[in-house]
T-cell receptor, first 109, second 116 residues
Framework: RKEVEQDPGPFNVPEGATVAFNCTYS??????FFWYRQDCRKEPKLLMS???SGNEDGRFTAQLNRASQYISLLIRDSKLSDSATYLC??????????FGAGTILRVKS | GAVVSQHPSRVICKSGTSVKIECRSL??????MFWYRQFPKQSLMLMAT?????????EQGVEKDKFLINHASLTLSTLTVTSAHPEDSSFYIC????????????FGPGTRLTVL
């Protein structure tokens, strides 16, 4: 089983749509959780950290469910510029980040 | 702030040659740097953790004699791919942290290596 699993997609949505991604992780002792965004042939960029209480940053909302070991990302009012690969990332062992393979989002006009 | 550069951004080499990739923290001192590799449509895979002034810690399955890492200063780490083969073609990305805070990593722009 992969340490961090994501649906690879792609998710094809129209502008203005709401889209949600889920991610599961295998290590129940994991402490830190993140969503990164990666554009084609570029480095990953931190989108937001994920806290147990859930957190929101503009159009983006992240949730953590420790009991079920999954993390979610909700994007509201999708923009063309949101098209990218979204990476679920977990600090599973305290000393390194483990990346999921990513979920591809394509927002179309 | 917290800018990390990598050089070169792209390299094409012949099989059997060695390639050196540099990772620099431009405006901060990085006690710890990480080297990742990403194959097409796959996740970033950590190759090794590099601490300034000490030997790198390699992940399971990564050959330390093939992927030489040197972190001689607080602003520079290098990865040398020795005797490169086509299967080493990949996107290599480094990241740097302040005071070894793993959760906060600043990523370089990556180096795309193609081995012919």
């Amino acid at each position: 089983r992969k340490e961090v699993e994501q649906d690879p997609g792609p998710f094809n949505v129209p502008e203005g749509a709401t889209v949600a991604f889920n991610c599961t992780y295998s290590n129940s002792a994991s402490q830190s959780f993140f969503w990164y965004r990666q554009d084609c042939r570029k480095e990953p960029k931190l989108l937001m950290s994920v806290y147990s209480s859930g957190n929101e940053d503009g159009r983006f909302t992240a949730q953590l469910n420790r009991a079920s070991q999954y993390i979610s990302l909700l994007i509201r009012d999708s923009k063309l510029s949101d098209s990218a690969t979204y990476l679920c990332v977990v600090n599973a062992y305290g000393n390194k980040l483990v990346f999921g393979a990513g979920t591809i989002l394509r927002v179309k006009s | 702030g917290a800018v990390v550069s990598q050089h070169p951004s792209r390299v094409i080499c012949k099989s059997g040659t060695s390639v050196k990739i540099e990772c620099r923290s431009l405006d901060f001192q990085a006690t710890t740097m990480f080297w990742y590799r990403q194959f097409p449509k796959q996740s970033l895979m950590l190759m090794a953790t590099s601490n300034e002034g000490s030997k790198a810690t390699y992940e399971q399955g990564v050959e330390k004699d093939k992927f030489l890492i040197n972190h001689a200063s607080l602003t520079l780490s290098t990865l040398t791919v020795t005797s490169a083969h086509p299967e080493d073609s990949s996107f290599y990305i480094c990241s740097a942290t302040l005071a070894g805070v793993v959760d906060t990593q600043y990523f370089g722009p990556g180096t795309r290596l193609t081995v012919l």
